[in-house]
């Protein structure tokens, strides 16, 4: 139990998963979150533990602040404080803004941001106290350029670039890191919903002439709360390809 712990929102799969594993491998004891695949959640536990290191998955809304205070509270009986946070948790939808619902709308800001600000307000204190800590925000290009059809998800992804930016500025006295990863397009389930011809003419697209893959996001994600990058702070790092 002296190992650092890292904690990864919406873990059960795709990029967060990848990021869960990845710390597993550094020999982080590791928490997995998601709201709802406590089966996938699971599955994911048992490949991380088999890299000999301790795994808490917790079934947790981190929307909800009243979800994320009693998840803190089972971290702090299992493994005490929080050394990095990755916020990875994330929805997305594609529509016109003329279409997109009230309720929609809320979801997509609730989930993508206001779950920031719960898991933020958890794990800065231990952080302060500790006098270090990490925080890596997981984001998207179109939170830099905005994109057509997804106005709410562009919306609240600008708005963790800019969480992200006023919050690293704020805790850089305390010794505490936070960075973000603007991800372009990635081999994840959250595109499922692209045809193939669709996934073609994004890929023309790209300089590198292909997606991006959930490994190299977590790698990416590692070097930022890693030592190596100890002066690297509120920043917004464009993983996508040369797309933008």
Known sequence: MNKKTVLVTGSSRGIGKSIALKYAKEGFNVVINCSSSFNELLETKDIIESYGVSCLPILADVSDKNSVKNM???????????????????????????DTTEDEWDKIINTNLKSLYNVCQESVPYMIKNQHGNIVNITS????????????????????????????????????????????????????????????????????????????????????????????????????????
């Open 72 to 98: 803190f509270e089972e971290i702090k009986v299992v493994f005490g404080n929080i050394d990095i946070v990755i916020n990875n948790a994330g929805i997305s939808i594609i529509k016109l803004f003329t």
């Open 141 to 244: 290009m179109w939170g830099i350029t905005g994109s057509s059809c997804e106005v709410a998800y562009s919306a609240s992804k600008g708005a963790v670039n800019a969480f992200t930016k006023a919050l690293a500025k704020e805790l850089a006295p305390s010794h505490i890191r936070v960075n973000a990863i603007a991800c372009g397009l990635i081999d994840t389930h959250m595109n499922s919903c692209l045809s193939k011809e669709d996934l073609d003419t994004i890929i023309e697209e790209i300089p590198a002439n292909r997606i991006g893959k959930p490994s190299e996001v977590a790698n990416l994600c590692y070097y930022l709360s890693s030592k190596e990058s100890s002066y690297l702070t509120g920043q917004i790092i464009t993983l996508d390809g040369g797309l933008i």
